[in-house]
């Protein structure tokens, strides 16, 4: 069975911190891993996505890598914010769709 | 350019009713994607439409089906409403396959079965 686990369900950090969430996939024939972003009730915001052929990929505080062989990817924020606090869920791309993690609920204290 | 759209935003439908959800993609992506998220299953993939075909399809009875037009535009269609069926259901566009390319999610419709 395809599956896709992240770990922490939830994290409570205080500001400025620096912090990692990490996905574990079991098939390592991926396409790419996406990190999405969603706030209560709210749909995705896409955040990084990582190509099979690339290591990791860069936007302001985020950093995302992806190790296949390990079927591991982990996001990477820097200096959090209150405003970072949110779910943060990753989704493998293979075969015909994107299989989502069940989530990393952050919560950045002021 | 615009994001992707979704309507309603919310639906309050009796068991047993059917329901139509609607989504319009970022202008120039060609490929839709359906989804339903509930706090027990999390997000779970419905379908997958390119060019008006649907490519691939998640693990969801007959009753739901769906349909894409020659915009890209898609709809989702429920029938005979079942109180587990309450969820938000997701659209996302991209520009080719989904599972290829980077998928853009709408803000959702909340459907609620009573």
């Known amino acids: 069975k395809q599956e896709v686990t992240q770990i922490p369900a939830a994290l409570s950090v205080p500001e400025g911190e620096n912090l990692v969430l990490n996905c574990s996939f079991t098939d390592s024939a991926i396409y790419n891993l996406q990190w999405f972003r969603q706030d209560p009730g709210k749909g995705l915001t896409s955040l990084l996505l990582i190509q099979s052929s690339q290591r990791e990929q860069t936007s302001g505080r985020l950093n995302a890598?992806?190790?296949?062989?390990?079927?591991?990817?982990t996001l990477y924020i820097a200096a959090s914010?209150?405003?970072?606090s949110a779910t943060y869920l990753c989704a493998r791309g293979s075969g015909d769709k994107l299989t989502f993690g069940t989530g990393t609920r952050l919560a950045v204290r002021p | 350019k615009a994001g992707v759209t979704q309507t309603p935003r919310y639906l309050i439908k009796t068991r047993g009713q059917q329901v139509t959800l609607s989504c319009s993609?970022?202008?120039?992506?060609?490929?839709?994607?359906?989804?339903?998220?509930?706090?027990?299953q999390g997000l779970q993939f419905l379908f997958e439409y390119f060019s008006e075909t649907q490519r691939n399809k998640g693990n969801f009875p007959g009753r739901f089906s769906g349909r894409q037009f020659s915009n890209s535009r898609s709809e989702m269609n429920v029938s005979t409403l079942e109180l587990g069926d309450s969820a938000l259901y997701l659209c996302a566009s991209s520009s080719e396959t989904a599972s290829y390319n980077e998928q853009f999610f709408g803000p959702g419709t909340r459907l609620t079965v009573l």
Request: charged share 15%; aromatic share 6%; glycine share 14%.
């Open chain 2, 25 to 40: 993609p970022i202008s120039g992506h060609r490929s839709v994607s359906w989804y339903q998220q509930t706090p027990g």
């Open chain 1, 81 to 84: 914010q209150p405003g970072d």
């Open chain 1, 65 to 73: 890598s992806l190790d296949k062989s390990s079927g591991r990817s």
